[in-house]
């Protein structure tokens, strides 16, 4: 158990230093990101300073998924999988209320907020 635990901390580790530095270059570098990626015909500009503006808040969630992925093999690499289920529900609840709560105020960033806010939930809850 303590190898598996070291070797989990590892992963932890370096996932979550990857994820982090991928969601600050796209928090920093959407509009950039965007252009390239849709800016030639698929998107016009309005549409692209809309989806970069929408860009960071789904990257503020990219450490707590990744991370959350990790935690959910570990525990499922030691049959612990009853908590995972009720886990998820949860998640599931606060994705809801966050996006409702969020949405008026913040519209599509809200959404893009709520759910970045229930993928560290889960990721705290494991």
Do not use: E
Not at 61 to 66: D, F, K, S
């Amino acid at each position: 158990m303590a190898s598996w635990a070291r070797v989990i901390r590892r992963v932890l580790w370096f996932l979550g230093l990857c994820s982090a530095v991928v969601a600050l270059t796209l928090s920093a570098a959407s509009r950039p990101l965007i252009t390239f990626v849709y800016g030639h015909g698929a998107f016009n500009a309005q549409s692209v300073r809309l989806t970069a503006g929408i860009l960071p808040y789904f990257a503020i969630g990219m450490v707590p998924a990744a991370v959350g992925q990790v935690f959910v093999k570990g525990v499922l690499s030691v049959q612990k999988t009853s908590h995972l289920g009720v886990l998820a529900v949860g998640s599931a609840a606060v994705n809801v209320a966050l996006d409702i709560a969020l949405v008026h105020s913040m519209q599509a960033r809200g959404l893009a907020l709520g759910t970045s806010a229930a993928q560290a939930f889960y990721a705290v809850g494991m």
